[in-house]
């Protein structure tokens, strides 16, 4: 008699938004069962202050709590939580690591090499997609770009959209001089930070988290998210400079009332375009494809069943 499916959950922690995803596992294949969300502003004090804000530590923990219940509804086999830039950095890590585990979800704090890994192997998985891409995955407090599995095939910069709005203050809407700036930093970071692989050629970006999903949702016009339809979108630089040009032009009100715009993006939804259309010039490439999956799925498929903390 055939095993039910196994059911495995992956929470990734981040600078802004706090996520979770929970699938069945039948043999090689993953299911969605749910996906689960909720912006929190993890590191927005983080440069000014080194910790988590209270209020942003609150949310934080009241979202694992909510996502800890939906997990023993479920009936969840096995989860791995997995935390990134704003844990690494925040002088009241413990304290959060704590709380956390206290509310059911004991996250581990992992290094930038292995968040690209698990990204890469989300993002890849199946075979997509395919040689000569070269992966960016833009988050709250650092930016990962991707080129394949092994160790120098990724750089972590400390380029996130949360990290870039408290450092370039940009005025609503911004203003051409302060864009100019951001622009300029965002090419000379990319570049140096990229510097090794000058000889490497590539034929897309591929882009995965929320600035990528919210471009192609915009593009779109969804009022309603489908990863169905986000996953795998393409879209040309041309493309990509429109929306840019269009964004930067509109107050965070005018940005949020956009069909596709998540609330709680439309701060950083500037900075994330102006760090994807950079990255396009800096590999010289005209295709950018959209992934939905990413770390979530990368932690899935790396969680074999009765790893992690089993219920």
Request: charged share 25%; with cysteine.
């Amino acid at each position: 008699m055939q095993s039910p499916p196994t059911r495995l959950a992956a929470v990734d922690v981040g600078t802004n938004t706090v996520r979770m995803l929970v699938a069945a596992r039948d043999g090689g294949r993953l299911r969605p069962l749910l996906r689960m969300r909720r912006i929190t502003g993890m590191g927005r004090a983080l440069r000014e202050t080194g910790a988590i804000g209270d209020r942003e530590f609150r949310d934080s923990i009241s979202a694992l709590r909510g996502f800890r219940r939906e997990m023993d509804r479920l009936g969840v086999d096995a989860v791995r939580a997995c935390g990134t830039a704003a844990l690494r950095d925040a002088s009241n890590r413990d304290t959060f690591l704590a709380h956390a585990a206290a509310a059911g979800v004991a996250v581990e704090v992992i290094s930038p090499g292995e968040e690209a890994r698990l990204t890469w192997t989300g993002v890849t998985r199946g075979g997509r997609p395919g040689r000569g891409a070269v992966v960016m995955d833009i988050g709250g407090g650092s930016t990962e770009f991707i080129a394949g599995p092994g160790r120098g095939d990724s750089v972590s910069l400390p380029i996130g959209v949360v990290v870039l709005c408290d450092v370039f203050r940009l005025s609503d809407p911004p203003v051409p001089w302060q864009l100019r700036n951001l622009k300029c930093f965002l090419a000379a970071k990319m570049a140096d930070g990229t510097r090794a692989w000058a000889r490497r050629r590539f034929r897309c970006v591929v882009g995965t988290a929320g600035t990528f999903t919210t471009l192609a949702a915009l593009d779109m016009r969804m009022t309603a998210y489908r990863p169905e339809r986000i996953d795998g979108y393409v879209m040309s630089r041309a493309k990509v400079r429109a929306w840019e040009d269009r964004l930067c032009r509109l107050t965070a009100s005018a940005v949020l009332a956009l069909p596709g715009m998540e609330k709680g993006r439309e701060r950083y939804i500037v900075p994330g375009i102006c760090q994807a259309a950079a990255a396009m010039d800096r590999f010289g490439v005209t295709k950018l494809e959209i992934s939905d999956a990413g770390l979530l799925e990368g932690i899935l498929l790396g969680l074999p069943p009765g790893k992690g903390e089993g219920h």
